[in-house]
Each structure stands twice: as structure tokens, then as C-alpha cells.
């Protein structure tokens, strides 16, 4: 496919002869930076869905080992219970033995004798009774010191999830409210799976085979960084998305929908970082071609959907995952 395009650039340049060689090796240049760019964006993109599935799983085996800490302490104190039943038991029976040897003081010294030995062994069991309980106690005092402090720290966690989830609710309330102009144009705002979802159909944003924004789309565009300005700590992905019909604009200039898509998303980060409250180490373009569709590409009203940007608001989750690790 380069190829090709080389070859169109220099039959262009032929025909034209307006475009020298230098100019058209600084484009086949700037071509291969922006395809190379382009499949870095998508290497992170994947890296960063496997850093979220990670950290689910590590969530999911913390709740297990926090219920099976729980049932360990259940069955500690069912043995605490049981060893102090047994040291009552012992105590009664010394009480009763010592009862017996004071009665049996005046018998022989043969008697006084026997009954004495069997004293000082039931003494000794209840002795090591008496440290075996001890020790279990202590054992189990460690355990619940440790139970409560990992289920402080799990509170913890589950604070902080529960912020998060609440600033991004808050975020999709604000996003909705500033975006209101624009409903029924093409654009949604939705929250799931912890993120929010602003999508924009090209309808409002593009010309077919165009990634200039138009007027409208820039307008709802601005609004978008405005709200992302006084929300700092939020990683924005601007996702381009497109039909499956074959790209069909002019040759050298787009080579196929992935790159048509990642042209338009690019162009959306181009506009927000005109935004000088926004930290433009939080933005990330990337472009999914045809390869994401909402719906089925069977009906026009099915492509129009799948021709979209998708600004997808995620939190920062360094402090959660620094947490996690250190549980």
C-alpha cells in the first residue's frame, strides 16, 4: 500500500512538476513518523485495558483471602472456647482432688503417698493446660490484630473506589448538563464500568471523508475541555471509529479507515489542547477503524451510529494500585 502512494506521489510530482524531491521524501518521511505513532498509541491502548483487568483480579483475590481470614478466626475462637471449657473442667477437679487429699491425710503414709503423686500429675496437666491456653490466646490476639488491620486497609480501598466512582458520576452530571445544546444532534453521555463515555457522531463533527471538525462539532468540542479543565486528574482516550465501507477519498492523503479514524481523533486532541488548563500528558489519541462498531453496518442508520468519536473519561488509579500492592 505504500508503495502505491509512493508511487501516486511521484506520478503527482510528474504530472505537476510544482513538488521537487526533497519536498516529496519529507512527506513519505512524515508518513512513516505518523503510521509508527499510530501503532504506539494502539500498543498503549492495550496496555492500559490489561493494567484495569489486573487490577480486578487482584481486587477479586483480596476480597477471597479477607473471607478466608474470617473463617480462620471463626474457628480460633471455637478453639479458645473449647480449651477454656477444658481449663474450667481441670480447675474443678484440682478443687475436688484437693478436697480428697485434705480427707485423706489421716489414711497411711502408703495412701497419702499415692493420692499425693496423683496430685502433682493432675497439677502438671492442668499446668500445661493452662500455658497451652495462654498461648492459643496470644496467638489469637496477633491473628485479630491482623485481621483488623488488613480489613482497615480493605476500608480503606473501598472508600477510595467508592470516591472515585462518585467524582465520576459527578463528572458525567456536569458533562451532560454543559453538553445539553447538543442533544439530539448525535451526541451521548453515559457512565459504565467506572469511566464516562462522551460520543459524538460524526454527523455533528465531520464532513464524509473529512477530519477537519466543523463549526457545531468544535463548539461541543470546546465544551467537552472546558469541564476536563477543571478536572485535572481524569486520563482522557479520544477514540475514532468509522463504518466498514471502503475509504474512497483522494489517494496519498488517507490510506484506509484505521488511519482515516486516527486523523479524526487526533484532530479532536489538537482542539482540546488548545485548552490551556488541560495537561496534555493526560490526552491519547487512538484511532479502532471499523473494527469496534456499536451496531450492525447492515442499514445506513447502523453506519451513521458506528461513525463516531468516542471520549472516554477514565480516573487516575496510582493511589489504588499503590494500596494494592502494599496489602
Not at 505537476?16 to 512513516?32: G, H, N, P, R
Not at 468516542?310 to 494500596?323: A, F, G, H, Q, R
Request: hydrophobic content about 35%.
Amino acid at each position: 500500500m505504500i508503495k502505491k502512494i509512493s508511487l501516486g506521489l511521484l506520478v503527482l510530482a510528474m504530472t505537476t512538476s510544482c513538488v521537487s524531491k526533497k519536498i516529496y521524501a519529507d512527506l513519505e518521511t512524515k508518513f512513516a513518523e505518523l503510521k509508527k505513532e499510530r501503532n504506539a498509541l494502539s500498543d498503549e491502548n492495550e496496555s492500559l485495558k490489561t493494567g484495569k483487568t489486573q487490577l480486578d483480579l487482584d481486587n477479586g483475590t483480596l476480597k477471597t483471602e479477607l473471607d478466608k481470614a474470617k473463617n480462620d478466626l471463626d474457628k480460633l475462637k471455637l478453639e479458645r472456647d473449647k480449651l477454656a471449657a477444658d481449663y474450667t473442667a481441670s480447675s474443678n477437679n484440682l478443687k475436688t482432688l484437693q478436697s480428697s487429699y485434705n480427707a485423706l491425710e489421716k489414711n497411711s503414709d502408703e495412701s497419702l503417698k499415692a493420692n499425693m503423686d496423683k496430685n502433682r500429675d493432675l497439677l502438671a496437666q492442668l499446668e500445661a493446660k493452662e500455658k497451652a491456653l495462654a498461648d492459643e490466646k496470644s496467638r489469637l490476639a496477633k491473628l485479630s490484630t491482623d485481621f483488623k488491620d488488613r480489613s482497615d486497609r480493605v476500608n480503606e480501598l473501598e472508600a477510595m473506589i467508592a470516591a472515585k466512582e462518585a467524582s465520576m458520576k459527578k463528572l458525567k452530571e456536569t458533562l451532560s448538563k454543559s453538553l445539553k445544546a447538543f442533544e439530539g444532534k448525535g451526541l451521548t453521555v453515559q457512565q459504565k464500568d467506572g469511566k464516562v463515555y462522551v460520543s459524538m457522531e460524526n454527523k455533528l463533527l465531520f464532513e464524509s471523508g473529512s477530519w477537519a471538525v466543523g463549526t457545531e462539532g468544535k463548539k461541543a468540542v470546546v465544551a467537552v475541555g472546558k469541564v476536563l479543565g477543571d478536572n485535572p486528574d481524569i486520563s482522557v482516550l479520544i477514540e475514532g471509529h468509522t463504518d466498514n465501507d471502503k475509504f474512497g477519498g483522494a489517494v496519498g492523503q488517507i490510506e484506509n479507515n484505521w488511519d482515516l479514524s486516527t486523523k479524526r481523533a487526533t484532530s479532536i486532541v489538537n482542539i482540546l489542547g488548545e485548552n490551556a488548563k488541560i495537561n496534555k500528558q493526560n490526552l491519547t489519541a487512538a484511532g479502532r477503524g471499523e473494527f469496534s462498531p456499536l451496531i450492525s453496518n447492515d442499514t445506513p442508520e447502523g453506519k451513521a451510529k458506528n461513525r463516531r468519536i468516542e471520549i472516554i473519561l477514565t480516573p487516575k488509579l496510582d493511589e489504588i494500585s499503590k494500596m494494592l500492592n502494599d496489602i
